[in-house]
């Protein structure tokens, strides 16, 4: 098990190494100067100068870069161009409100799309297997950012049980407190959970009823075993093993998805502060938003990998070998 973690962790710095690369290098060779992009068209020689020498454009990339990685090695970022504040600074306030939003979405969708994948593969060709594959296919046609829209329409215009938006924080200082905070990602982490309960109902169905064939399913059986028991026992854990790829796919795109979902419902998160940093024009920020997100899915991808050696020891003999 250790030799097996030990590859996946250098696999895992190997690739957070090269994501850093792209990152860096994507907003490096974007046409034209970071200083005149961030300034824009009408900005006078002195202040494209000065900006030059704030974001150190002197100096080669490649010593830019280095500074750059071993700056966030350290805990030490850049400073935002329209903030004046280190960019650290702002992403931990604001994760404070995007992670437990994804959170919440992936336990609404782990806990809905088990029970209704494991309902649906137990009924297989039963009109309930047909309502829960026709939900799911609703599910994702349904773009989640209208959603919102519609939900905010029925809970907080017409039935007024939630805010339409907003956030009214962690603290009974200032105006909220846990219960407020959570009632105000309820809606939203709805929204995001919507398409990947679908997707994830889908695939807990065919993984369970294709493990559902096999011998050993019917060797329980014929011990005595109910088919609920074989199901829960038997079947569901060695159906986990492409579920848990798709969950660990999916947190990674609640992260990213939430940018959208907390502009609709006005939530001071990660994806506000990208869309208030790109019409800034503030590039700092963009790139360390970026990198952060990057490094976060790399990290689920390692925490899946890693899951997959306990749920089917197999996997490991098979990779180490």
């Avoid at 060709?125 to 939900?151: C, E, H, K, R, Y």
């Avoid at 907080?156 to 959570?182: H, N, R, Y």
Wanted: net charge neutral; no cysteine.
């Amino acid at each position: 098990m250790s030799s097996f973690v030990l590859q996946r962790l250098l696999s895992f710095f190997i690739t957070l190494a090269v994501t850093s690369v792209v990152v860096f290098g994507v907003l490096e060779w974007l046409p034209g100067n970071a200083a005149q992009v961030i300034l824009g068209e009408t900005a006078t020689p002195e202040s494209l100068a000065a900006m030059e020498e704030k974001l150190g454009l002197q100096q080669p990339a490649i010593t830019r870069y280095f500074q750059w990685t071993a700056g966030l090695l350290q805990g030490q970022s850049g400073l935002s161009i329209s903030y004046s504040t280190p960019t650290l600074e702002l992403i931990t306030e604001r994760l404070q409100v995007t992670l437990p939003l994804a959170i919440l979405a992936m336990l609404i969708t782990v806990g809905a799309a088990l029970t209704l994948g494991l309902y649906a593969a137990s009924k297989h060709n039963s009109t309930a297997d047909l309502g829960v594959m026709t939900f799911s296919q609703l599910g994702l046609a349904i773009p989640n950012f209208w959603l919102a829209i519609l939900l905010i329409l029925l809970f907080a215009v017409k039935l007024q049980w939630v805010s339409a938006g907003g956030f009214p924080g962690w603290t009974e200082d200032v105006g909220g407190g846990v219960w407020q905070a959570i009632s105000a990602l309820i809606l939203p982490a709805v929204a995001l959970a919507a398409v990947q309960t679908a997707i994830l109902t889908r695939v807990t169905r065919s993984a369970v009823i294709e493990s559902m064939s096999e011998d050993y399913v019917r060797t329980a059986r014929a011990k005595g075993l109910s088919k609920q028991q074989v199901l829960w026992r038997h079947v569901l854990r060695n159906a986990l093993i492409p579920v848990v790829t798709i969950m660990g796919l999916q947190f990674g795109n609640l992260i990213t998805s939430a940018i959208v979902i907390e502009n609709v419902f006005v939530l001071p998160g990660i994806g506000r502060l990208v869309f208030q940093a790109i019409a800034n024009r503030d590039l700092i920020v963009v790139r360390d938003v970026v990198m952060l997100l990057s490094a976060m899915v790399i990290a689920i991808n390692f925490l899946i990998d890693v899951l997959y050696a306990w749920i089917d020891p197999r996997l490991q003999e098979g990779r180490t070998a």
